[in-house]
Antibody, heavy 120, light 111 residues
Framework: QLQLQESGPGLVKPSETLSLTCTVSGGSISSSSYSWGWIRQPPGKGLEWVATIYDSGRTYYNPSLKSRLTVSEDTSKNQFSLKVSSLTAADTAVYYC????????????WGQGTLVTVSS | QSALTQPPSASGSPGQSVTISCTGTSSDVGTYNYVSWYQQHPGKAPKLMIYEVSKRPSGVPDRFSGSKSGNTASLTVSGLQAEDEAEYYCSSYAGNNTFRVFGTGTKVTVL
């Protein structure tokens, strides 16, 4: 049974950098059948695709956030990570990691999500 | 890339059907048959209910069905049950640069 678990700080200050990690169990992030990614959801609002990473290390970012994002992977730990820099209150959201369809980036398995609040 | 447009709310009595629309553009819904639908209960992660317009993942009841015409996709929930009350989001592939766009969400209420 595939499981994804997000981890990271619940509270970060404006202008700082957020670091989140997704630990995958029951499947390998090195699989060439899937990609892996991050989706976020501000409180009371809709979903927003953030970033995708492939087994080759190739990354794709939401164009509106691209300049502030970095996604990486650690295959030895079966984890992938997200960094978001220059945080503002608008980055407050539940951040989900997910397994994605390789070709269409469709999320099919999701982590439970982690709430990140940006506040001083 | 703008969000796909969904009605804010929809409702029906138990046993009835409800249909939710999802309107995009020729850059996403209109071009790609990669529309998916997600069900989200409060405080929970979204769950995939429909993919590639009309396909159901294993374990999803056949009361859930999807379709598409032009730039608009639709999700129909037949034989409404109390547990179907949730927020529903559509999503579409949008090409190599934008990748994935999501809908604005529809709150389905079972009366």
């Amino acid at each position: 049974q595939l499981q994804l678990q997000e981890s990271g700080p619940g509270l970060v200050k404006p202008s700082e950098t957020l670091s989140l990690t997704c630990t995958v169990s029951g499947g390998s992030i090195s699989s060439s059948s899937y990609s892996w990614g991050w989706i976020r959801q501000p409180p009371g609002k809709g979903l927003e695709w953030v970033a995708t990473i492939y087994d080759s290390g190739r990354t794709y970012y939401n164009p509106s956030l691209k300049s502030r994002l970095t996604v990486s992977e650690d295959t030895s730990k079966n984890q992938f990570s997200l960094k978001v820099s220059s945080l503002t209150a608008a980055d407050t959201a539940v951040y989900y990691c997910a397994r994605l369809d390789y070709y269409t980036a469709r999320p099919d398995y999701w982590g439970q999500g982690t709430l990140v609040t940006v506040s001083s | 890339q703008s969000a796909l447009t969904q009605p804010p709310s929809a409702s029906g009595s138990p046993g009835q059907s409800v249909t939710i629309s999802c309107t995009g553009t020729s850059s996403d819904v209109g071009t790609y048959n990669y529309v998916s639908w997600y069900q989200q209960h409060p405080g929970k992660a979204p769950k995939l209910m429909i993919y590639e317009v009309s396909k159901r993942p294993s374990g999803v009841p056949d009361r859930f069905s999807g379709s598409k015409s032009g730039n608009t996709a639709s999700l129909t929930v037949s034989g409404l049950q109390a547990e179907d009350e949730a927020e529903y989001y559509c999503s579409s592939y949008a090409g190599n640069n934008t990748f994935r766009v999501f809908g604005t969400g529809t709150k389905v209420t079972v009366l």
